[in-house]
């Protein structure tokens, strides 16, 4: 697990939760958040928040990793919530008889800590979207290009962003080797790009722990989706890249882009995984539209 990888997990679960809920909480109106915060102040105070989570998770990476691998064992059994820090207690809650009484009480404790600062980041998050440009789409000249990039997959064979043009639709996947949802889901991408090879698509997997060409991340990433039974292609390039900076730049994981066969990110990108029937519900959508207007051109 890398520390900055948490950080970016509590906020897609944060962000996808909360704002799910925003049309059925009426308690976000009375908090003390500033309302004249900028978007960018508002970003600020959200990161330093999340920040303050990830600190949490540092002075004990390795029973936070340990927790972490125990609950993946368990997901099916865990409740949903709104919050991260519930989410990690029910966790605690559910797999404790595996770790000792002084383990148990240094999660619970960190795990209350950090849903006490979700209870602040939410109406940020919430606020923060609430400040961002409507989407237009009809703005097809506005369309965003999925950096172009050179490197490799997994297995050593070279691959360019040409990949593209072979393929009515690609679904990028970023995701990395400590995320739990984002394991969760593999087996799902696997099905999708089953799936979207029959339509002339497919799925990529870009895992960003193994950017640079990482072998033993790339050894790690390799054994996760073996043992997934995931076989669709995963690539890498070079961090510096335009590529790499558009990875890095990614704040939840896991998320999946759709891309046409120009090389063109259609839609917006999604928070979470697929495994969730509404997120898999909206990728349909849109990979649907891409395949609609490649078979007309």
């Known amino acids: 697990m890398k520390l900055k990888k948490f950080l970016t ?24 958040t500033d309302q004249t915060m900028t978007a960018e102040e508002l970003d600020a105070k959200i990161q330093d928040l999340a920040a303050q ?3 949490i998770i540092e002075e ?15 997901r099916d059994e865990l409740p949903q919530e709104t919050n991260y820090g519930s989410y990690l207690l029910s966790g605690i809650e559910l797999v404790k008889d595996q770790f000792t009484d002084d383990e148990v009480e240094t999660l619970t404790d960190g795990a209350e800590k950090i849903r006490d600062l979700e209870n602040e980041i939410q109406p940020l998050q919430e606020q923060y979207a609430a400040l961002q440009p409507a989407d237009d789409s009809n703005a097809d000249a506005d369309a965003q290009a999925f950096p172009a990039f050179t490197g490799k997959d997994l297995d050593g064979n070279d691959v ?21 949802p984002c394991v969760t889901e593999l087996g799902e991408l696997n099905a ?33 989706l ?3 039974d995931a076989a669709y292609q995963n690539i890498y ?35 979470g995984g697929i495994d969730n029937e509404d ?12 395949l609609a207007a490649d078979s007309v051109n």
Request: net charge negative; aromatic share 8%; glycine share 8%.
């Open 192 to 224: 999708l790009n089953e799936k979207l090879k029959e339509q002339g698509g497919a799925v990529i997997g870009i895992n960003t722990d193994t950017l640079d060409g990482d072998e033993e991340q790339i050894s790690e990433a390799k054994g996760i």
């Open 237 to 271: 390039f070079d961090s510096d890249s335009e590529a790499g900076k558009f990875a890095s730049s990614i704040m939840t994981f896991p998320t999946p882009y759709v891309v046409d066969r120009n090389g063109n990110i259609v839609g917006e990108a999604l928070l």
């Open 9 to 32: 997990l509590a906020l897609a679960f944060t962000l996808v939760l909360s704002l799910a809920a925003c049309g059925s909480k009426g308690e976000t109106e009375d908090n003390n």
């Open 60 to 74: 004990n990476t390795d029973l936070w990793q340990k927790l972490f691998d125990a609950m993946d064992g368990m």
């Open 160 to 180: 360019d962003s040409s990949l593209f043009a072979n393929n009515a639709v690609t679904v990028v996947n970023f995701w990395f080797s400590g995320c739990a």
């Open 279 to 290: 997120n898999m519900a909206a990728l349909q959508t849109i990979i649907d539209q891409v």
């Open 226 to 228: 073996e043992k997934k």
């Open 53 to 55: 989570e990830n600190a």
